[in-house]
């Protein structure tokens, strides 16, 4: 029952295999990779792509004023895209994404059994997740260089801690002879003199 279990090439959500047509992208959650298809990187990355033309939105590109997001959830549409035919001023109906109008919606359908071909807008989708899939593995490259900058500064740091031990004993060690040395050439000064 748990699809986790099951295959690696599996979504972690959905438990969909890895087909020809069906992707199956590696996507960074909570510090963790996971692996969803298509539909499922979409379902989890509402309010970064317009779930109608399913460009992503690039950070601030978008003004507040051509945007508008779901009642329900946080999807973000772009508002030419749901209401082509108001202006910005205009006021709109309240808008729902296509998954909470359906609950069984999703935004990948298979490719046509005999022809093999996609349509436009499984193409635009899987374009969407392969390109939400990149950035969030990109944030994870960054996070996995932030902590080993990170582990070089402590490393850095225990190596200078070490040093100056090292030479914080090589002192002692020198003084130590130093007066034992005195000490020698005082007491045998002494001797010699006695
Ligand atoms: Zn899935
Ligand atoms: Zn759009
Ligand atoms: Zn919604």
Do not use: W
Request: hydrophobic residues 40%; positive net charge.
């Amino acid at each position: 029952m748990n699809s986790r279990q099951a295959s690696p090439s599996n979504c972690d959500i959905c438990g969909a295999t890895q087909t020809l047509s069906l992707t199956i992208h590696n996507i960074r959650h909570r510090a963790h990779i996971r692996r969803y298809c298509t539909n499922c990187v979409l379902k989890q990355h509402p309010g970064l792509f317009c779930p109608i033309c399913f460009d992503l939105h690039e950070d601030s590109l978008l003004a507040p004023h051509h945007r508008l997001m779901c009642v329900r959830c946080p999807s973000i549409a772009h508002r030419s895209c749901v209401f082509p035919s108001t202006t910005s001023a205009e006021s709109t109906p309240p808008f729902f994404c296509p998954i909470c109008l359906d609950g069984n919606f999703i935004f990948f359908s298979p490719p046509d059994r005999k022809t093999g071909a996609v349509d436009v807008q499984s193409a635009k989708v899987l374009v969407a997740a392969a390109r939400i899939a990149a950035l969030s593995m990109s944030k994870a490259a960054a996070a996995a260089r932030f902590d080993a900058e990170r582990r070089a500064r402590e490393a850095a740091v225990a190596r200078k801690r070490a040093k100056e031990a090292l030479e914080h004993l090589a002192e002692i060690l020198a003084r130590e002879q130093d007066e034992e040395l005195n000490g020698d050439v005082s007491a045998g000064g002494r001797r010699r003199g006695a």
